[in-house]
């Protein structure tokens, strides 16, 4: 967990100006048990059983692989990140990035995540509403320290999947990925985007 913790560190040190942050209403406790906040523990549960079997980032890559797609809406959050050219581009230029994207998701979850060493994620059993999404609030505790992560989900189907993450509680991730891929798409369009997304999955995979 020690290179996580310096990523967040270093994330956090480069955003002096982040793009987007959260501020997020009172909650409305409205169910016993919450579909939004469910959906997160149960992501959470096969972190914590990755991250306890250890290995390669190749074998924790394929074992988290069934739990990314199924909590989070890995299309919906690639074409956030693309940006508003999203809508214009071929439906293969979509499909080379989705898969792309989706690759480096859950290869950083692989690499970042690497080992156990009795960290505990925490999830509030009430999700937040706001208009028709959710916002579920959670925190990662390590002997020596509390880092916040929120999750913005939407319904997709009959499943409550994440469209964003907030590092630290309030700087959405999505934002950052449209800030950091604008120029690549700018110059190389959206398959020299995909190749780009692609070398850095392959990178923390390696």
Known sequence: MSRFLKSVCTVLTLMAAPAATLVLPQPVLAQAVDPASAQVQGFYDALLASMKAGGTAKSRYEKLKPAVEKAFDLPAMTATAVGPGWA????????A??????????ANYAKNFDSFGGEKFIVEPASITRGSDHFVKSSLKTSKETIAFNYRMHQAGSEWKVTDVYLAGNISQMAQKRSDFAATLASGGAQGLAKRINALADQMLN
């Open 97 to 106: 990035l989705t898969d792309a994207f989706s690759r480096m998701t859950i």
């Open 88 to 95: 214009a581009l071929p439906d293969a230029d979509k499909k």
